[in-house]
């Protein structure tokens, strides 16, 4: 069955530091990975997606994620974190049945 | 501009009352589907549909319906509210569902509160 985990289920960093977000995916074919984030109250709004081609993907807002078939990841990355960061960050594979699948979520708490 | 529009945003109901939480795209999207969030679970599908008339079960359908009468409506209804379907609950639509590559956009939330 499909699924995607989120090993880290808090995170804090000091601003300005780098920051990476784990996110590991089960799926037998080409996987379409996204990453969300969602800050307090409100909605996901969509940072990056993977579908195909050049496995390093640029996001807004400074993130970038790197998809690696070897290790069934998709981990997102930040070099500098910012206070405006903090927020939950979702991992999600969607199958071509229609199925968006999401991970259990990473808070990320910024330190000053 | 493209939204998803969900209401109520914010209930408290009580158990057995029928409720209905509305969501509307205004995009012409083909695929729409609710989810809800719980603490250390993530986002879980409740329901989803590729177009009009044709809707599917997620991986937590029970206690809840839907329908797809047209294309910008999908409605989500819990016909008798349990403690249990406390949860923030999330529309989303994209273009088209079986087409990949399509953006997913996902309404604010409602927060339900069942007593």
């Known amino acids: 069955a499909q699924s995607v985990t989120q090993p880290d289920i808090h995170i804090t960093v000091s601003e300005g530091a780098s920051l990476e977000l784990r996110c590991n995916y089960s799926y037998g074919a080409t996987p379409y990975l996204f990453w969300y984030v969602q800050s307090p109250g409100q909605g996901l709004q969509l940072l990056l997606k993977y579908f195909s081609g050049d496995t390093l993907v640029q996001g807004i807002k400074g993130f970038e994620a790197e998809f690696k078939r070897s290790q069934s990841s998709f981990n997102l990355r930040k070099p500098s974190v910012h206070w405006s960061d903090a927020a939950e960050y979702f991992c999600?594979?969607?199958?071509?049945?229609?199925?968006?699948?999401f991970g259990q979520g990473t808070e990320l708490s910024v330190k000053p | 501009e493209a939204q998803v529009t969900q209401n109520p945003r914010y209930l408290i109901t009580v158990t057995g009352k029928k409720l209905t939480v509305t969501c509307s795209q205004n995009?012409?999207?083909?695929?729409m589907s609710w989810y809800r969030q719980d603490p250390g679970l993530g986002l879980r599908q409740i329901y989803y549909?590729?177009?009009?008339?044709?809707?599917d079960k997620g991986d937590v359908p029970e206690g809840y319906k839907v329908s797809r009468k047209e294309k910008r409506n999908f409605p989500l209804i819990l016909e008798s509210p349990s403690p249990n379907q406390t949860s923030l609950y999330f529309c989303?639509?994209?273009?088209?569902?079986?087409?990949?590559?399509?953006?997913?956009?996902f309404g604010e939330g409602s927060w339900l509160t069942v007593v």
């Open positions: 989303a639509s994209s273009l088209n569902g079986v087409l990949t590559g399509n953006t997913i956009y």
């Open positions: 995009m012409n999207h083909e695929y």
């Open positions: 999600a594979v969607y199958n071509q049945g229609g199925k968006l699948i």
């Open positions: 549909s590729m177009n009009v008339e044709v809707t």
